[in-house]
């Protein structure tokens, strides 16, 4: 192993155990974060690449693995959405860390041409993460619609503060997709969410660093005192032994199928340089 492992979550768990004994060999980590990357550096990988659209997080990234970067080892800050990035290079083992539903903030409207950009890059086996939407559709019980409320208010103060909100999408929308893109689901797994403390406040101090850019005092006034009272009736149940069960994120492995499989007409480099 190239660093020492750290607390690994379930999800990445379930990823090794998708993995079996199968090499890692070259890694990309194609929208990488702190636990995406710290949990790639406890892989035996040939060598990885973690690209991040954001400079800050490139250097959180950094900071992440540590002595896990290695000379053969990269960060690139890029933009999928550039035909340049990473162009020829293909990888064993690519991973999208809730990638789908971040790639709002930086390409929005390019969720569909997601998985077609990064197939080329694929070689033999592709994760992905994510997690069920849970802001429109009413969860159920109650500490379900505290999560709900708390997602609803996020975005809501992003969209007034000129942000952008997050956009998750289901995994049967994303199993639709990798057909079109040319890959083979091998297998999906959920895993219920029980929100804890660090969600709620996490969640809601985003709220808060959004007020600045509101244009109505008032407005953002009674947005404080919104999410002061919804902290207030979230918490105590956070801190219990229950949490706030809401919702379920997933794991999907897939595979590319063979050229004549796809249902989308692939490039030819051949045909390219004729």
Not at 51 to 63: F, H, I, L, N, Q
Not at 141 to 159: F, K, N, P, S, Y
Not at 242 to 271: F, N, S, T, W
């Amino acid at each position: 192993m190239t660093a020492a492992k750290k607390t690994v979550s379930p999800l990445f768990r379930a990823i090794e155990s998708l993995h079996g004994e199968r090499p890692w060999g070259s890694f990309l980590d194609a929208g990488t974060g702190r636990n995406s990357l710290q949990w790639v550096c406890g892989l035996d990988t040939e060598r990885w690449t973690a690209v991040t659209a954001s400079g800050s997080m490139a250097k959180v990234a950094r900071e992440a693995a540590g002595k896990g970067l290695r000379e053969q080892d990269r960060v690139i800050v890029a933009n999928w959405m550039s035909d340049d990035l990473l162009y020829g290079e293909c990888f064993d083992t690519v991973l999208l860390d809730y990638f789908i539903g971040a790639i709002e903030g930086f390409a929005p409207y390019w969720q569909e041409r997601v998985l077609q950009r990064v197939r080329p890059h694929v070689k033999h086996r592709l994760y992905i993460v994510g997690t069920e939407p849970y802001v429109l559709d009413d969860p159920g019980t109650e500490e379900g619609r505290i999560v709900q409320r708390i997602g609803r208010l996020r975005d809501a103060c992003l969209l007034i503060g000129g942000g952008r909100p997050y956009r998750e999408y289901p995994a049967n929308w994303v199993q639709r997709q990798l057909g079109v893109a040319g890959f083979r689901v091998c297998e999906i797994r959920h895993f219920p969410i029980r929100y804890r403390e660090r969600f709620v406040n996490t969640q809601l101090d985003l709220c808060l660093r959004q007020l600045d850019g509101f244009k109505d005092e008032k407005l953002a006034a009674a947005m404080r005192e919104h999410v002061d009272s919804l902290r207030e009736q979230a918490l105590p149940l956070a801190r219990s032994e229950a949490g706030l069960p809401c919702g379920a994120d997933y794991v999907i492995a897939a595979e590319p199928l063979d050229k004549r499989h796809h249902a989308l007409a692939m490039e030819d480099p051949a045909q390219d340089q004729a």
